[in-house]
């Protein structure tokens, strides 16, 4: 194929079966892969370092060319458990929220809820490195990923953005997707599909090799994480990017 294709995706627990399938096919032998959070990968994507990026959704509009090439993303329909506003005082209370920086998708997300779902009015801040630990009285934060399911015995108030997005608007909500940010080889991207594919039958597998005490992940896996991006799917993530934009 020539030069190797680059592909970025999230290094969080929620990508592992679909890295799992892509790893172990010979897809492998035409791309170049390499991890980050989710707000490093948008910009590598947006400044055409990387080719395809498992890419927060609410950066689409802002990369040239950006369309999405698999039928395999994260999503959720309802309860997402790795994505909410931890507090420890109830919704209405809440006077402050930080914004986790690892990822713009979810912060969007969080302000979208809070204003027209909550209808609430808060001052949202940077989360710094430490961030949860300031996470008390009227402060709240959004947290996301490997650390929100470590936390999720910590806090009184959980309120899950995917649930919030579910009850507001009915549809589910698509976390990220893959997107490539130039024309691919057919023959690639057919391939790259059924790489993604293969993890998703693995899962027992790829439990088994993953110490994580915090959260079930048989259950994260196939409950709560959606991997397959079907119509309804791709319904709500076009009226997500229709309320941001």
Known sequence: M????????????????????IERSSVMDDIELVS??????????????VDVALLPVAVIPQI????????YGIAADGNVASVAIFS?????????????????????????LLEKYWKRQ???????????????????GVIIGDRALKQLTNF???????????EYTGLPFVFAAWVANKELPQDFIDRFNEANA???????DIVAEIPF?????????????????DGRKREGLEEFLSLIR
């Not at 040239?64 to 039928?71: K, Q």
Request: charged content about 20%; hydrophobic content about 35%; aromatic content about 14%.
């Open 122 to 140: 808060v001052e949202f801040k940077p989360a710094t490195e430490n961030y949860i630990d300031y996470i008390n009285g009227t402060t709240a």
């Open 36 to 49: 980050d959070y989710p707000a490093k990968i948008a910009k590598s994507l947006q400044d055409g370092d």
């Open 88 to 112: 420890q005082v109830p919704m209405e209370e809440i006077q402050t929220v930080y914004l986790d920086y690892q990822s713009r998708t979810s912060v969007r997300l969080a302000q979208l």
């Open 213 to 229: 005490p915090y959260y079930d992940l048989h259950k994260y896996y196939t409950e709560n994480i959606h991997y397959r991006l």
């Open 2 to 21: 020539g030069a190797k294709i680059k592909v970025a995706a999230v290094s969080y627990l929620n990508t592992k079966p679909l890295l799992y399938g």
């Open 198 to 204: 293969v993890g998703l039958a693995h899962i027992d």
């Open 64 to 71: 040239t060319n950006a369309h999405i090439i698999c039928d």
């Open 156 to 166: 009184e108030y959980i309120y899950d953005l995917a649930t919030g997005w579910k």
